[in-house]
């Protein structure tokens, strides 16, 4: 007489339920830190490179696109101005735009003030109010170390040029920036700084590669009125 034997049983192989929670365990649990440390490797990096600069000057290239610009794609080219920007850190800031017309932006942290030469006038407005994104700039080619207590930041990844991306949305939030993008080179070299307003517009400033300047003037990131031009001070 023959013997029945029964098949033998695996133990412990998990089914198509059990695999799939076991995927999401993965993603859901493993995937934010590898974040957190990418997050920490860039922030860290910035940090390093810049924070023990004492002044420094960088060529830009600024690109102003409207919301409805923006919603056209990646190949419609905005507003487009070119100059330099000298920063001293924590809070002294002078862009001077080359072109298309010749305009200085001066702030010392507390007072920002706009010179318009071609309309002899200079618009003057409370930095606190008026000036974030200017504080943002030397605060971000001093290093950035505040990043986690004035941000919610988050790493991207690279993008197509292999960048490295950092989003930084402001906390607590700002009056009309929703987030602001930072993209590097992969030794932290500040490449270009994208802020996007709450309504879709985009500042996006290309940035060239810092150099180390010595000692500014003393009254270099002070802006005097010249001679027939009219002070008109906002609020």
């Known amino acids: 007489m023959k013997t029945r034997h029964s098949r033998p049983r695996p133990h412990n192989r998990p089914g198509p339920a059990s695999l799939f929670s076991w995927v999401l365990c993965l993603l859901f649990f493993h995937g934010p830190v590898w974040a957190d440390e990418d997050l920490s490797k860039v922030l860290d990096g910035?940090?390093?490179?810049?924070a023990p600069l004492q002044g420094l000057v960088v060529r830009?290239?600024?690109e102003v696109i409207s919301r409805t610009l923006s919603m056209l794609g990646g190949e419609v080219r905005g507003d487009l101005a070119s100059g330099r920007m000298f920063i001293k850190p924590p809070c002294f800031l002078r862009l001077e735009q080359e072109s298309p017309t010749h305009e200085i932006i001066v702030t010392d942290g507390r007072t920002l003030r706009w010179y318009i030469p071609v309309k002899k006038e200079i618009h003057e407005?409370?930095?606190a109010r008026f000036g974030q994104e200017m504080k943002f700039l030397?605060?971000?080619f001093g290093g950035l170390k505040e990043a986690k207590k004035a941000f919610r930041p988050s790493f991207k990844g690279t993008d197509k040029d292999?960048?490295?991306c950092l989003e930084l949305i402001p906390d607590p939030p700002w009056e009309q920036v929703d987030r602001?993008?930072?993209k590097t080179s992969s030794h932290f070299e500040i490449r270009s700084v994208e802020i996007r307003n709450t309504?879709?517009?985009i500042t996006r400033f290309l940035l060239s590669e810092a150099r180390e300047t010595g000692s500014f003037p003393a009254d270099f990131f002070h802006l005097e009125v010249p001679r027939g031009v009219k002070v008109v001070r906002e609020q």
């Open 138 to 140: 030397t605060d971000l």
């Open 125 to 127: 407005y409370p930095a």
């Open 180 to 182: 602001v993008i930072v």
């Open 199 to 201: 309504i879709g517009g």
């Open 162 to 164: 292999g960048l490295i």
């Open 46 to 50: 910035i940090a390093d490179r810049y």
């Open 60 to 62: 830009y290239e600024r």
